[in-house]
């Protein structure tokens, strides 16, 4: 078995929370750091003891000594806004990685309690502390897990996509703010009103 084979096949034990508790980006780095970098098999917080001895078994590793912590079978914690006390500045939705959070710019956050895995990371990015954690009368299970990493994929395409975008709109303003150094009146008024609308379509796009 090749060790991207292998790679993958961890992975597939992980619970793609992406909640980053093993000190990993996400949960394919830890499968990668722990076939490529020989990282401890009993990092990963929210898989506890069942995510360990799984990955045990696959490595055919002795687990014994790893298993310290609570089984994956627990319940699953939601995220939620508290509405009134929001102020709408966007910072949770770029922190959450499966894109469960909707709002807009100044405008009252919500958690789409469906999608939530329950990472908490957007819990440390709110600047008015209105983010709370409770509990669900779910356990995370293999398909929830499934689910969460195909939403995680696609929230990184999505923010691949913006950041190209953004990149094109603005190398667009430098290039016309070249062009402005050999013109004047209304055609300034007309490119820097166009500038404007560039502008402002980028920030739009940072905040989907
Ligand atoms: S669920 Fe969290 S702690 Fe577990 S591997 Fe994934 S990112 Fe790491
Ligand atoms: S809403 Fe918060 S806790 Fe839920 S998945 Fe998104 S970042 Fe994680
Ligand atoms: S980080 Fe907090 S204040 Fe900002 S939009 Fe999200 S919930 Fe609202």
Same mark, same amino acid.
């Given at each position: 078995m090749s060790r991207k084979e292998l790679i993958s096949i961890i992975d597939d034990s &992980?619970? %793609? @929370? %992406?909640? +980053? +508790?093993?000190?990993? !980006?996400?949960c394919m780095s830890y499968a990668n750091a722990i076939v490529n !970098?020989?990282?401890?098999?009993?990092?990963?917080d929210p898989g506890g003891n069942n995510v360990t001895k799984e990955i045990a078994d696959k490595l055919k590793l002795d687990e014994t000594n790893q298993l310290d912590r609570d089984d994956f079978k627990k319940q699953l914690m939601l995220a939620y806004v508290e509405e009134d006390e929001c102020i709408g500045c966007t910072l949770c939705i770029k922190a959450c990685p499966v894109s469960a959070i909707i709002g807009s710019n100044k405008l009252m956050h919500s958690v789409i309690q469906d999608w939530c @895995?329950?990472? !908490? &990371?957007?819990l440390k990015t709110c600047p008015v502390d209105c983010i709370k954690m409770k509990s669900s009368e779910k356990i995370w299970t293999k398909e929830d897990a499934e689910t969460a990493r195909k939403r995680y994929k696609k929230t990184k395409e999505r923010i691949y996509k913006n950041s190209i975008n953004n990149h094109s709109l603005m190398s667009n303003v430098y290039d016309n703010k070249h062009e402005d150094e050999n013109i004047g009146g209304d055609d300034l008024n007309q490119k820097n009103s166009l500038i404007a609308k560039i502008l402002k379509k980028a920030r739009d796009m940072r905040t989907d």
């Open positions: &992980l619970p %793609q @929370t %992406q909640c +980053k +508790k093993c000190g990993y !980006e996400d !970098e020989n990282a401890s098999i009993s990092l990963c @895995t329950g990472c !908490e &990371l957007c």
